[in-house]
């Protein structure tokens, strides 16, 4: 299994950058480019500093704080106060950024921000943080898919070429592979994302959102006597449904009494085992009809250590690599969009307008033309 590094890293994979550069470098960077990228399309807001030096051609993240929008127990994260918490610490967030990188915002080349998909008063409340940063210290905007943040942020830390991704968070799930400028969907869910199916059956268990529904379901497989209780398994293709599970799972729930011979730690058990073989058959699918021998997994629940485990030993038995990440770099996070952004940049990607610095709930990731990439 290759994982992430910390390490200044090189781009496999992309065209040779542009010489000289297409993208106005300040003056006072002294030949490095910096970017900033604001995310905060779901209960987590981050913002990201990255760095490019042209003399070793590499990027480094300089910093990448975040905070999460921690909703109460057996409740979900609804859009206004997730957007009121995204507004508390968007500033705060920004200047702690800076001071960690060390530079001030006289030397960012753009501000890289979250276009879509996701939560419309979440991604507002950004949006406005960016289009205002940028009208005050004239620096370029530049709109990012959250999907193909993810993406470019897995390939560049596991320095990954061309694999085949499984992108699951809360709000997606999708096999995606390259192919002619485009980041092409395979399969995905047909119904409910993977994450949203974790996160409603916490719930229903009365589990805590703190750090994640899907890490505490992760914490209590564990500790389960290996009673599997067989759940719908719904492969259709290429694509997956979670519904029919969710229901089936939860229904078992209910049912759990002082005389029953599974536990809710059980059923955490058997939902991750069956949901987590749906998405490792799908992969290896997609794999086969590729033609190829890597694997990355993205998303806030690619961080599962299970579901890791489960695609190495599938990536093992066809003598391909598993590429994966932990928290850092799997849950929402600013650096992210300031990798897919500083991509855009340097290939010489249009910067977004202000009159179109908009945000889209709706923002398929086959839509973005990769143009760091080969055609």
């Not at 030949?31 to 913002?47: C, D, F, H, M, R």
């Not at 968070?169 to 096999?175: C, D, H, Y």
């Not at 770099?329 to 500083?342: P, S």
Request: aromatic residues 6%; contains cysteine; hydrophobic residues 40%.
């Amino acid at each position: 299994m290759v994982t992430a590094t910390d390490a200044p890293c090189r781009a496999f994979g992309n065209l040779p950058l542009p010489h000289p550069p297409l993208h106005r470098i300040p003056s006072t960077a002294l030949g490095i480019t910096y970017v900033l990228g604001i995310e905060g399309s779901a209960n987590k807001i981050g913002i990201g500093v990255l760095q490019y030096d042209p003399s070793e051609e590499t990027y480094l993240i300089r910093a990448n704080p975040r905070k999460t929008y921690v909703a109460p127990t057996g409740h979900g994260f609804l859009p206004k106060q997730t957007a009121y918490h995204h507004q508390q610490h968007v500033v705060p967030l920004i200047r702690a950024a800076l001071n960690e990188a060390g530079i001030t915002l006289q030397q960012i080349a753009a501000i890289c921000f979250t276009q879509g998909p996701g939560m419309g008063a979440p991604l507002q409340s950004c949006v406005i943080a960016a289009r205002t940063l940028s009208l005050l210290f004239d620096i370029p905007l530049m709109g990012v898919n959250h999907c193909v943040g993810h993406i470019e942020m897995g390939r560049i830390a596991c320095q990954a070429t061309n694999p085949v991704v499984l992108y699951v968070s809360g709000g997606n799930t999708q096999v995606i592979a390259y192919s002619n400028q485009r980041y092409r969907i395979f399969g995905e869910t047909i119904d409910i994302a993977v994450g949203n199916c974790l996160d409603r059956f916490a719930r229903v268990l009365h589990l805590s959102n703190d750090p994640s529904p899907g890490y505490n379901i992760e914490q209590a497989a564990k500790r389960a006597g290996k009673h599997f209780l067989e759940l719908p398994y719904t492969v259709k293709g290429m694509d997956v449904s979670f519904s029919g599970i969710l229901t089936q799972v939860e229904q078992y729930a209910k049912a759990i009494s002082s005389s029953s011979d599974f536990t809710a730690d059980d059923l955490c058990f058997s939902l991750q085992e069956t949901i987590f073989a749906m998405l490792v058959e799908i992969t290896e699918r997609a794999m086969a009809l590729t033609q190829q021998s890597q694997v990355l997994i993205v998303g806030g629940v690619g961080c599962n250590r299970r579901l890791q485990d489960m695609m190495q030993q599938m990536c093992h038995e066809r003598g391909a690599t598993l590429c994966a990440m932990d928290h850092r770099y799997c849950i929402d996070n600013g650096a992210m969009i300031a990798q897919a952004g500083i991509l855009q940049l340097q290939y010489g990607g249009n910067t977004t307008p202000l009159e179109d610095s908009v945000c889209t709930q709706r923002y398929r990731t086959d839509q973005v033309l990769t143009v760091w990439r080969e055609p």
